[in-house]
């Protein structure tokens, strides 16, 4: 048994062992889970690909004469104004004003606020267009400026659900093409489209949440960040094959951390054609090696991921809850499946390559001395289940 302490100690001094979640398995194999366990510090996870439920507080400061701001744009953006006078919240899926609503649009780029976060932590200068209906101690009823990060007070990224714990593989069995947040899917089973990092990602590095909690530090597009609460959506009671992993969507984590402390290359704006915008983040999660157990589990590999398959065309939208299929990451990852008999293209919506990079960059961190691990100071919860919404009638 090692404790927080003992590996932070590690960490400072310089000793630290601290490995990739792409590396682990062939050192367990290699040395065994009992020595492993005891020299191995840390391991480190990672993901990068889309994650729509994203955004940042923002905070402009006052200006002469003062503005409550009451409805506000950044780059013809709409931003979530109903905070306080100079704060706002800018959303990653939010369209620019006048991009067309159809979904169907057949435009290949649209621009909404996952480009705007890219663009402010790239250091670029923005519009902000505010109005107000004025008041005795916030005179000014409309107000246009640019900006820059640096002129911020605070720009800070607070992202209700990110990291989901394994997710469906989309498949369209319609006649037609279909255009949805998971890509373009072709009629007749052509592509399937998947993302997540599988062996690298973070909770499936820890199914059963030993360590990532609400409070665990996190590399968070550069920025040290942290866990705020457990992700909207989070449902830690799910169907798990024996080694605890789930079968499907199942934990989520809502994060946090300073834009200002961002690296752009790691925020990226992502247009989906017929769909709208999202926002694509770099995130690293380190896992303590506390005991055995622990290690086991970062020893996952693609190939024992289960990874099911949904229709998109049907009962995606028809929300049934219907599995067609099931795979696993290896063969996602080898980009085609077979789908009764049908051998089926398959697409990434995320990037390993740069998942990988960001599990290297994080260790190298842990190494340098400069990153800490956080013990959390609440777990995650285990016994929650995503509820439907229900459309009732009035009472």
Same mark, same amino acid.
């Given at each position: ?10 960490? &400072? ?38 994650? %729509? ?7 402009? +400061? ?10 506000? !744009? ?36 649209? #621009?909404?606020?996952?480009?705007? $976060?890219? @663009?402010?932590?790239?250091?670029? &200068? ?19 400026? =640019? ?25 369209? *069995?319609? @006649? ?42 996190? !590399?968070?597009? +550069? ?50 054609? /017929? ?8 995130? +690293? ?11 086991? =589990?970062? %020893? ?11 229709? =998109?065309?049907? @009962? =995606?939208?028809?929300?049934? +809850?219907?599995? $067609?299929?099931?795979?696993? #990451?290896?063969?996602?990852? *080898? /980009?085609?499946?077979?789908?009764? /008999? ?54």
């Amino acid at each position: 048994m090692k404790t927080y302490e003992q590996i932070n100690d590690r960490i &400072s001094s310089g000793k630290a062992v601290v490995l990739t979640a792409d590396e682990i398995m062939d050192y367990v194999d290699k040395k065994g889970l009992a020595a492993a366990a005891q020299e191995v510090d840390v391991v480190t996870t990672a993901t990068f690909g889309p994650m %729509c439920s994203s955004g940042c507080f923002l905070n402009f +400061g006052h200006s002469k004469p003062k503005i409550r701001i009451s409805e506000a !744009w950044v780059q013809d953006v709409l931003v979530y104004s109903g905070v306080a006078a100079v704060d706002v919240y800018l959303g990653a899926t939010q369209l620019r004003h006048g991009d067309p609503a159809n979904m169907y649009y057949p435009g290949e780029f649209r #621009y909404g606020g996952g480009h705007v $976060i890219e @663009d402010l932590v790239a250091g670029k &200068s923005l519009q902000l267009f505010a109005l107000s209906y004025g008041t005795d101690c916030y005179p000014l009823r409309e107000l246009r400026t =640019y900006f820059t990060i640096k002129d911020l007070n605070q720009a800070i990224m607070v992202n209700p659900r990110n990291c989901y714990q394994n997710y469906n593989v989309a498949i369209n *069995r319609s @006649d037609r093409t279909i255009y949805t947040y998971m890509g373009r899917l072709e009629p007749n089973m052509k592509n399937a489209n998947y993302c997540s990092a599988g062996q690298l990602s973070p909770l499936l590095n820890d199914p059963l949440y030993e360590t990532i909690g609400v409070g665990t530090r996190v !590399w968070l597009a +550069g920025a040290q960040g942290h866990v705020y609460a457990e992700g909207t959506q989070h449902a830690g009671l799910c169907e798990r094959t024996a080694d605890g992993i789930p079968t499907g969507g199942a934990g989520t984590l809502a994060l946090t951390a300073d834009m200002k402390q961002m690296r752009a290359e790691f925020v990226r704006g992502v247009s989906l054609r /017929g769909y709208g915008v999202s926002l694509a983040l770099g995130v +690293g999660v380190p896992i303590p090696i506390l005991n055995e157990r622990i290690l086991k =589990y970062t %020893c996952v590999r693609d190939r024992d991921i289960p990874a099911p398959l949904i229709d =998109y065309g049907s @009962d =995606y939208p028809q929300n049934t +809850g219907k599995v $067609i299929a099931r795979t696993n #990451y290896e063969e996602l990852r *080898r /980009g085609e499946i077979t789908i009764g /008999g049908k051998t089926v293209e398959v697409g990434s919506l995320s990037s390993y390559y740069k998942a990988l990079e960001i599990a290297n960059l994080l260790a190298d961190e842990i190494r340098r001395g400069d990153f800490l691990l956080a013990q959390p100071s609440a777990p995650l919860r285990a016994d929650t289940k995503m509820k439907p919404l229900v459309r009732r009638e009035p009472s």
